[in-house]
């Protein structure tokens, strides 16, 4: 009996050397996607003039100044310049936008309390893309904080925001590997099992039988 504890011992340890290297490696990806995701949209909403009034309006002009500078990746430079709609325009949705993009940028330089607060400021506006992705954002920044059971929540309600191919089954990927990481395997599988039932027109759809098969092992 001895014998086999003591054999049985390694290939634990092996299964949770396995599982926080996994989770380092994830834990310390950069949420460019739902950066690129946010650029996106708000491209569009602003060409559309959706979230503000024409852009002779004076906040959204010093808004897309600072967004020039977060295209380019300058974050540290656009940091600014949002910071300063999001004070100056407060009251009005390009400040309301500024407060997602600042804690993009804070997420970006590695500042990830600093994320936290800006995206807990921003409010969405109900939308299925940029308010999911914020969402998304959020999940992703408590993530780095481990605060792994608040990042779950996060991105599992951004996932449900989102409701489409686009987003959600990102986000459920995400929550499921978090998830996994914690020994929650179950619960990981779930979500990975609604990717599978509920979103097969997205790109995850492809690889996610490799997910359901790797958190059904137990």
Request: one cysteine or more; proline letters at 2%.
């Amino acid at each position: 009996m001895a014998n086999n504890n003591q054999k049985a011992a390694p290939v634990e340890e092996q299964q949770v050397t396995k599982t926080e290297a996994f989770f380092e490696k994830y834990k310390k990806a950069v949420i460019a996607a739902v950066a690129a995701v946010i650029v996106i949209i708000v491209g569009v909403i602003l060409a559309n003039n959706y979230y503000f009034e024409p852009r002779a309006n004076e906040a959204s002009t010093e808004l897309a100044k600072s967004q020039e500078l977060f295209d380019q990746q300058q974050y540290d430079k656009a940091l600014v310049g949002f910071q300063k709609v999001a004070a100056d325009y407060s009251s009005t949705d390009a400040g309301n936008l500024a407060q997602l993009y600042i804690g993009i940028c804070q997420a970006n330089l590695g500042k990830w309390q600093e994320a936290v607060d800006a995206l807990e400021s921003f409010s969405g506006k109900g939308d299925q893309m940029i308010s999911p992705a914020a969402e998304g954002a959020l999940g992703n920044a408590y993530a780095n904080l481990n605060q792994l059971d608040k990042a779950v929540d996060h991105l599992k309600k951004a996932a449900k925001m989102a409701d489409n191919n686009s987003l959600s089954p990102t986000f459920l990927i995400q929550a499921g590997e978090i998830l996994e990481s914690q020994g929650k395997k179950d619960e990981a599988l779930e979500l990975y099992k609604e990717i599978k039932e509920k979103y097969f027109n997205s790109m995850q759809y492809q690889s996610i039988d490799k997910y359901i098969e790797r958190a059904s092992v137990k």
